[in-house]
Every structure is written in C-alpha cells, then in structure tokens.
C-alpha cells in the first residue's frame, strides 16, 4: 500500500470513538473509598459482636457501606463514615431493619429506579421560604428547556429525560443519611438547596443554594452530564461523592440492559479508569477550572418551559418537549466499521489498478 492510503487507513483505524459520556462513568466502579460503618459494643456485650458483625455483612453485602464492630467504652455508638465526614447513628436500634434503613429508603429507592434509565436526578430540597422555592423551580424549568436545544446533539444516547425528586418538610425528616451525604441540609433551612444525581447514586457538580440556583448553574451541571468522558471536563465531576446505596442483581442487570454495555466488566472498568487518569483533573494531566468558570461557560438560548407531570413521593419528572433521536452505540460502532471498510476496498483498488500498470 502506498504511503498515502497506509496513512489515510490507519489515521482511520485510531479515530478516538466516543464508547462513553460522562453519565456513562457513574454507573462503573471506581473503587472509590466507601462508607464504613462503625459500631461500637461495652464490654457487657462483646458476646454478642460477632453475631451483630455477620449480620451487618449480610444485610450491607450489595451497598457501599463496609461495616465493623468493635467492643470497647461503656456505651452503644454506631457511625457512618467517608473520608473526613461522619454522622453519628447512635440512636438506631442495631436490628435488620435499622440496617437496611441505612442503604436504603423510599427516596433512594425512587432515585435508584430513575437514574437507570433517566438522563439524571435533580433533588430540590425545599426551603421554608416560599418565594425562593418558586425561584428554585422555575430556574430548573428553564434550565430544561435548554437542555432540550443541545439534546440532539449528545454523542450518544443519554437516557430518558431528567427527573425532579422534590424534598419537603416531612419527607426529609425520613431520609437524614441521604440529604448528608450530597451535602444538603438534614434540617429545614430558609433557602432551597439543589444536588444532581446520576448513575450508581454520584453527585454530580457542586450544591446549589438560595440565589445560587439559577438557570445558568443548574444547566450547566446538566450539560456536562451528556458529555464524552474523553472531553476537557474536570475528572472530579466525574468521581463526585456517592450516597450510600443497596445496587442488588437485579439493579445491576437493569443498569446493564439500559446501557447497552456491562459497567461491571473488568475491560470497560480498566478503560474508565485510563480514561479519568489522563483528563484534566486526573493524575496524568492536570488542568482544572474553577466551578465558578464551569457553571457560567453556556450562553445558549432559553428554549420554552417544560411540561411537568406529578408523580409519587412528591416527585416531579419534567419531560421537556419532544427530543430528537440520538444515534445509539451500536449504531455509531457499526458507521465507523462501514467507513473503515469502504476505506480499506478504495486502498485496495488503488493498489491493484497501479500494480496492473
């Protein structure tokens, strides 16, 4: 083959084909540090640690929280812990149900069933302040009206689109463990407060509060949700903090239908991981923005707001106007294939009809 096709073909065969967004990502493994949970016996009831242990294990087996039991002091404490954050869970009662309630709940059940096939989970916790609560869920209407403009325009299919999991009064008295997590208030504040969620229960972006929710900085965290992972977004976002969370089987192969790859394969999960370590922010390459700067990067147009559905556990899913289709994977897999090979029949032409002179 001449030196022009044998460019022209392998500069085709090493075209970076975009495999992932950064949805994809929080769907895999990263083995990111997870919670521990540590529960402390007196010594009057060290014979009952290791059956309290092998329980705990049992019933946190298909979550992110690693438990351990200690025997030591004069008092019952239980704490849940991940990295330098810790919430005290002392006033639990230590049976199964208790357990389970750490991983799991109404809320976290509906934010499990959703970020499988959606697009994300937007949580608006409500605040005392009704004024700024309309605020709120105006600027997050609005942020999804142009959410619809750049839809069509995602490098692969994202999903369904985002759902609104709205937080009052009596519903955040029943799920402390999850506002904590995301770094949202367990108690009622005066101002609204925002956390996106997506894939295997991350965060997504920063916080948002009060005045800080604004059209500008809830679309900005979604846009950056539809984007390749091999783009120059900050690795961080991508490895945002988790909440803690049951991901059974049956989860596992629904996320794995849905995305029409296995996020659990050791292959997708080394690809990731090389992925993270050479972008901005990784450890190969360091060149992180401020979110400040991240938040304000998108001027686009304010399309036209939203229908809103109600739906249960005062839970609103926005499905936006009629989006146009996005290429699936396998479709974007297969046009490459037909380009490599139309590209390898025209070199192969070309070789021929020169040998022949």
């Known amino acids: 083959m001449r030196p022009t096709a044998s460019l022209l073909f392998g500069g085709l065969l090493f075209l970076p084909l975009c495999r992932f967004t950064v949805r994809d990502v929080a769907f895999v493994d990263l083995d990111d540090p997870g919670f521990e949970l540590s529960i402390t016996l007196p010594a009057s009831q060290e014979a009952e640690a290791e059956s309290l242990e092998s329980l705990a294990k049992r019933a946190l087996a298909d979550s992110n929280v690693v438990p351990k039991v ?3 002091g004069e008092t019952t404490r239980a704490v849940l812990t991940i990295g330098d954050r810790s919430l005290d869970l002392s006033a639990g009662g230590l049976g199964s149900k208790w357990l389970d309630g750490i991983v799991d709940s109404p809320l976290r059940k509906k934010i499990r069933e959703e970020t499988v ?3 994300c989970v ?3 916790s409500k605040g005392t302040d009704e004024r700024q609560n309309r605020e709120a869920e105006a600027a997050i209407d609005a942020a999804f009206g142009r959410l619809d403009k750049v839809w069509g325009k995602m490098p692969k299919d994202v999903g369904h689109p985002p759902y609104v999991l709205t937080i009052a009064d009596g519903l955040r008295d029943l799920d402390g463990i999850l506002l904590w997590s995301l770094g949202l208030s367990p108690k009622p504040t005066p101002e609204p407060e925002v956390a996106v969620v997506f894939g295997r229960g991350r965060r997504v972006g920063p916080t948002l509060a009060g005045d800080g929710i604004t059209e500008q900085s809830v679309f900005a965290i979604l846009a950056n949700v539809g984007k390749s992972c091999e783009c120059d977004l900050d690795r961080s976002w991508m490895r945002g903090p988790r909440i803690p969370l049951r991901w059974d089987d049956a989860t ?3 996320a794995a239908d849905a995305l029409d790859f296995d996020p659990d394969s050791p292959l997708v999960k ?3 991981d090389d992925i993270l370590a050479q972008g901005p922010g990784g450890t190969k390459r360091s060149n992180q923005k401020p979110i400040d700067e991240i938040l304000l990067g998108y001027s686009e147009e304010v399309g036209d707001e939203p229908e809103a559905t ?3 556990v005062e839970a609103t899913a926005r499905t936006g106007a009629d989006r146009p289709e996005t290429p699936s994977p396998a479709h974007n897999l ?7 090979l139309a590209v390898s029949v025209m070199g192969g032409a070309t070789i021929l009809l020169r040998g022949r002179r």
């Open 252 to 254: 596992r192969k629904r």
């Open 117 to 119: 096939v959606d697009f």
């Open 310 to 312: 109600a739906s249960p």
């Open 122 to 124: 937007v949580i608006l």
């Open 334 to 340: 297969i046009y490459a294939l037909v380009t490599i």
């Open 70 to 72: 200690f025997v030591a």
């Open 270 to 272: 080394s690809e990731i």
